[in-house]
Nanobody, 116 residues
Framework: QVQLVESGGGLVQAGGSLRLSCAAS????????MAWYRQAPGKQRELVAT???????NYADSVKGRFSISRDNAQNTVLLQMTSLKPEDTAVYYC??????????WGQGTQVTVSS
């Protein structure tokens, strides 16, 4: 089992920045990669960014150049630095851990609201 706890969401004006944090605990050695997803009202959950154990990153086209995912292995934490935020970035952001056993673990979500 892996437990994930997100923090760092909030309300920000367009053009502003926020940093989300995801603290992982439990059987973290089983995690092959971690990711951030988001879900806006009335929309499907979408992938925002991923990072492997080796640090390889990947981003959705909609956030490339604005968001940055990183990990602190010593702290078992994954960060999502979000800059140049837009109203369309408003969503609940979820941390995800994908295990080598093909199990997926999710955090409780953190609300990000970008006002225009």
């Amino acid at each position: 089992q892996v437990q994930l706890v997100e923090s760092g969401g909030g309300l920000v004006q367009a053009g502003g920045s926020l940093r989300l944090s995801c603290a992982a605990s439990g059987n973290i050695i089983s995690i092959s990669f971690m990711a951030w997803y988001r879900q806006a009202p009335g929309k499907q959950r979408e992938l925002v960014a991923t990072i492997t154990r080796a640090g390889t990153t990947n981003y959705a086209d909609s956030v490339k150049g604005r968001f940055s995912i990183s990990r602190d292995n010593a702290q078992n934490t994954v960060l999502l630095q979000m800059t140049s935020l837009k109203p369309e970035d408003t969503a609940v952001y979820y941390c995800n851990a994908h295990a080598a056993t093909f199990l997926d673990y999710w955090g409780q979500g953190t609300q990000v609201t970008v006002s225009s």
